[in-house]
């Protein structure tokens, strides 16, 4: 290693007097040299945590039915200094709905922009994109109105166009209500299917992920006596490969391990308590292992969940959606995230809805939303997304 300053320095005193430097002058050097090197560790540092603030993801904040608790949930998470570590969080919404639940504890300042570009991601700050300026008697907490309905439609269509654009990195959705969706007159059953349409995905798949358990949708918003009429084998085979292919690039597993749920109790019984096991569900699992898929089933779905909470496997594939979501907020009901599955563009939801009844209360739980925050940063790190 070549010498230091310093040591240059002590090497061409002792050339000039033939003697070691004065014990005085020895530790006036020794400490200059000692701050000098603490300075550039500080610079290197300080140089260090500059580019990864740089780096940090936009990620995109829809937030939902402004009469849910969409807002106040948003104003609660980004009140917590840790999501601006992660990433520039900007909200897509109404700056009166904000601004009802900005308290005397959380952050005061909103701070309208335009473009994603423009977001600092500090904390204390809310970056706003208004997409809608609501009069006030639309956003009375509790109480839906079809122009809010309008509005979270607005704010949803805004940031999937500015993620498709490469603007974003990901888009994290609030709660709507599916009803009002429909009466704004947006014929979808919720979110996913909005967002598909917008981009143009025909293969797209619900989970819904926590630590311990993540549980992909065959079926998803449908009574339950359509389900048997709605299952088939290319359905069942599509939700396998796209779960898979999303657990390898979006949750970074290299083999990832899937099982099956039966639809019946006992996984039919060899026929006697329904046939759609042996003639849909288990095709479905040999044409996706014949195409290199580690996959199981059909398993009864009494005792699979607990195999799969165990570490058994790292997904499991349900028939429908009590079926999957049952176990699922058991085990994660304040801290699950609902990821979309086979979109060109990343998106993550709370696992929640807009929870009418406890709106204005400020008793909302902002946990599903910093988890949705966090995975959504998460996928696009791992599909090296980076807006």
């Known amino acids: 290693m070549p010498p230091s ?9 002792n050339h000039l007097t033939d003697v070691s430097p004065s014990p005085n002058l020895s530790s006036i050097l020794r400490r200059a040299c000692s701050g000098a090197a603490e300075d550039g560790t500080r610079k290197e540092k300080f140089d260090r945590e500059g580019s990864n603030l740089r780096k940090r993801p936009f990620i995109g904040i829809t937030m939902g039915d402004p009469a849910g608790i969409g807002p106040e949930i948003i104003v ?33 300042a909103i701070r309208e922009i335009t473009h994603s570009s423009e977001a600092q991601g500090k904390p204390g700050q809310i970056d706003l994109i208004a997409v809608c300026n609501l009069e006030r008697g639309v956003l009375t907490p509790g109480i839906p109105k079809v122009e809010g309905g309008m509005a979270m439609v607005d704010c949803i269509v805004t940031a999937v ?14 709660p709507i209500s599916k ?28 989970m819904l992920a926590g630590e311990k358990l993540r549980v992909a949708l065959v079926t998803i918003h449908c009574s339950l006596r359509e389900v048997p009429l709605l299952l088939s084998k290319e359905k069942v085979y599509k939700t396998i490969s796209v779960t898979s292919r999303a657990l390898q690039q979006d949750f970074g597993l290299r083999n990832p391990r899937i ?52 570490g058994e496997f790292d ?64 996928i696009a790190k791992n599909r090296g997304k980076s807006a």
């Open 5 to 13: 300053c310093c040591e240059f320095m002590f090497l061409f005193l």
């Open 179 to 206: 009803s009002l969706m429909q009466q704004a007159g947006h014929a979808y059953e919720g979110h996913t299917q909005l967002i598909a349409s917008l981009t143009r995905c025909e293969d797209y798949v619900m």
């Open 76 to 108: 609660k998470a980004l009140s917590d200094p840790k999501i601006y570590d992660l990433c520039r969080p900007l909200v897509f919404g109404d700056r009166g709905a904000l601004k009802l639940c900005v308290g005397k504890k959380r952050i005061p």
């Open 315 to 378: 997904a499991v594939v349900a028939m429908y959606h009590d079926q999957g979501l049952i176990p699922l907020k058991l085990l994660h009901f304040s801290d699950a995230v609902n990821v979309t599955l086979g979109l060109s563009i990343v998106r993550t939801s709370v696992d929640h809805g807009t929870a009418y009844d406890i709106a204005g209360k400020d008793i909302a739980d902002p946990s599903s939303l910093k988890s949705a925050i966090r995975m959504a940063v998460s």
């Open 259 to 310: 099982a099956v749920a039966a639809l019946n109790p006992h996984a039919g019984e060899e026929g006697l308590f329904g046939k759609e096991e042996e003639e849909v569900i288990r095709p479905a699992i040999q044409k996706a292992k014949a195409e290199g898929h580690q996959v199981e089933g059909p398993f009864p779905a009494d005792s699979l969940f607990f195999r799969a909470a165990g």
């Open 161 to 174: 166009e500015m993620a498709k654009r490469n603007e974003l990195s990901a888009v994290v959705t609030c």
